[in-house]
């Protein structure tokens, strides 16, 4: 993995909230990730694992410190520089799927494609969805999707513009442990097939164990790192 790294966070400090109630969530949290790399980022509740997710994402800015993404260094982009940069490179895996209700499974996957005005954006969706098991699933709603589907098309939606880098907020946190099996194999699988790098948030010890390394965190600090 040699070059540049994927992701490099220097001395991240974040609070969130405003007044009594602001959080001081990330604590001077330094950490590098190669790339084609998976790191599994790990802790209790409250630890700042999805907040760091979310600064890596490019979907939270940093009070301080120092986020390059790709070589790009996002501290100084202007949000729409940001939202391109995030649209291009960045593909973006949530617990709870949001996907667009009001848009087929096909709809939704190229909808990224679409706002980046890629060319052929239907024909790249379908692509996908076929590749993630869907090919039979291109005009339904996400309500008349299994929760094992609708994961699969988010998972579609986020690779759709070939990302470099995929990162994952507790991707089988509302699945059921034999789909959320699958949902793994699926991730592991297209980030393999693509070169990605992988980050994802999990409480899930056997899937931590998949990645080459996993981060522990706690009040908002690293409090260790290992190798898998």
Request: glycine residues 12%.
């Amino acid at each position: 993995m040699g070059g540049a790294p994927a992701i490099a966070l220097s001395d991240i400090d974040l609070s969130l909230g405003r007044g009594a109630a602001r959080v001081h969530v990330l604590r001077g949290i330094s950490l590098t990730v190669g790339r084609g790399e998976a790191v599994g980022l790990v802790g209790p509740s409250g630890s700042g694992k999805s907040t760091l997710l979310m600064v890596m994402a490019g979907l939270e800015r940093p009070d301080s410190g120092g986020v390059v993404i790709e070589d790009t260094d996002l501290v100084h982009l202007d949000e729409d520089a940001l939202a391109r940069f995030r649209g291009r490179r960045i593909g973006i895996v949530f617990q709870a799927f949001h996907l667009v209700p009001t848009m087929t499974a096909l709809e939704n996957v190229a909808l990224p494609l679409e706002l980046a005005d890629r060319p052929g954006a239907l024909e790249r969706a379908r692509a996908e969805l076929e590749a993630v098991g869907l090919g039979h699933r291109l005009h339904h709603y996400p309500a008349q999707l299994s929760g094992g589907e609708q994961q699969r098309v988010a998972i579609a939606r986020a690779v759709a513009p070939d990302p470099a880098i995929l990162v994952a907020d507790e991707p089988t946190g509302n699945l059921d442990e034999a789909t959320g099996r699958q949902i793994v194999d699926l991730l592991f699988r297209l980030k393999r097939d693509r070169g990605a790098t992988l980050v994802l948030v999990t409480h899930d010890n056997g899937l931590a164990h998949l990645c080459d390394r996993t981060v522990r965190l706690r009040s908002g600090r690293i409090e260790e790192a290992v190798a898998a």
